[in-house]
C-alpha cells in the first residue's frame, strides 16, 4: 500500500502503475489551466466542447467530449493565423490527463518565449532539436528498440505494452493531421493496432513539446484514479494499490509527560497573612471623646 501525507491532493482512491496504463481522468480542466493562465480566449459550443486559441491566434486548442471520433484532444499552431497548420498533435479520449497537461504545459512556456520556441522545427544532429531527444526519457526508464517494420523506429516497454513509433520518409501533411498516420505515434495496449489509448504528432512538432510528453510518461510515480471509474486504468494489465492516510505515530515519554502537564490544574497563589514583628509599633490611640 502506498501512503500519501496531504489526501486532499489527491484526486482517486487507487494508484496506478506503471502510469502508461492509466487512462482518462475525464477532466479537461487541468490541461486546460496553462494557456488559460497566459489569458488565452476560451469559449464553448452548445455541446460542451471547449476551445482555446492564443491571442494572436497562431495556436488553436480544442477539447472535444462530443466531437465526431475518438479525438478528445487537437493542438495545432499556424505560421499566419489563416494559413495551414505547421503542425498539429492529437489525443484520443483515453489518454491519461496527465500526459495532456505536460505538453499543455510545456506549450505554455515555449508561447510566453515566441515563434522561435512554438514553431520550432526539429533538426536532425541539432543540440536542441533533435528529434531523438524526446525519445531519451523513455530509453532511461528501460524502454527498449524495436524494429516493427521498415522505414519505422520504435521503442516500447520490456512488455510490450506501450510503445513509441517514428516514422522516416516523406509522409502526406493532411493525412498527418487527421489520420494516425503521423510522424510520430504513442500508444498502450496490448498493440498497436489495438490500442487504449495513443497520441499523434505531425513532422513539425517542436521537439521539446514531445519531451514533455515522454518525460511524463516516463515518470516511475503512479497516477492516482478512482476504483470504480472502468476508464481510469487499463483492467487487467496495470497493478491498482489501495491510497492509506499515513498511521499516527506511537506517542515518546516526553509527549505523553508533556501532554499529563498541560491537563493540570494551575496552583493556587499563597494566601497573603499580616505578621507582627517585634519592631511593629503599637496602634496609635483613638482621638479622646
Not at 476551445?51 to 477539447?63: H, I, N
Not at 492516482?224 to 506517542?251: F, H, K, N, V
Amino acid at each position: 500500500m502506498i501512503t500519501h501525507d496531504d489526501l486532499h491532493t489527491i484526486d482517486g482512491d487507487v494508484f496506478v502503475s506503471p502510469r502508461h496504463l492509466a487512462s482518462t481522468t475525464g477532466i479537461g480542466d487541468p490541461a486546460l489551466a496553462p494557456l488559460i493562465d497566459l489569458g488565452w480566449n476560451l469559449h464553448h459550443d452548445d455541446l460542451g466542447n471547449a476551445y482555446a486559441s492564443s491571442p494572436d491566434r497562431k495556436v488553436r486548442l480544442g477539447y472535444l467530449p462530443e466531437g465526431e471520433d475518438d479525438g478528445l484532444w487537437r493542438i495545432n499552431a499556424y505560421r499566419e493565423p489563416f494559413g495551414p497548420p505547421v503542425w498539429g498533435v492529437y489525443f484520443n479520449d483515453r489518454t491519461p490527463t496527465e500526459f495532456v497537461t505536460a505538453f499543455t504545459t510545456a506549450l505554455a512556456t515555449a508561447y510566453q518565449q515566441g515563434p522561435d520556441a512554438y514553431l520550432a522545427r526539429p533538426a536532425s544532429g541539432s543540440d536542441e532539436h533533435d528529434p531523438f531527444l524526446a525519445v531519451v526519457p523513455l530509453l532511461k526508464q528501460g524502454w527498449e528498440i524495436d524494429r516493427p517494420r521498415w522505414g519505422v523506429f520504435a521503442v516500447q516497454t520490456p512488455d510490450g505494452l506501450a510503445g513509441l513509433e517514428f516514422t522516416t520518409g516523406d509522409l502526406d501533411p493532411k493525412a498527418e493531421l487527421t489520420t494516425r498516420d503521423a510522424r510520430w505515434q504513442l500508444w498502450a495496449g496490448k498493440s498497436i493496432d489495438r490500442p487504449v489509448w495513443y497520441a499523434t504528432a505531425s513532422t513539425d512538432t517542436p521537439v521539446a513539446l514531445l519531451t514533455a510528453v515522454t518525460q511524463c510518461v516516463a515518470d516511475p510515480a503512479p497516477l492516482p484514479r478512482w476504483r470504480q471509474d472502468t476508464l481510469s486504468y487499463i483492467e487487467g494489465m496495470a497493478q491498482l494499490t489501495p491510497i492509506i492516510p499515513p498511521q499516527p505515530q506511537a506517542p515518546t515519554p516526553l509527549d505523553v509527560q508533556r501532554a499529563a502537564a498541560s491537563r493540570r490544574p494551575a496552583a493556587l497563589p499563597a494566601a497573603s497573612v499580616t505578621r507582627w514583628t517585634t519592631t511593629s509599633r503599637p496602634a496609635l490611640p483613638g482621638p479622646r471623646r
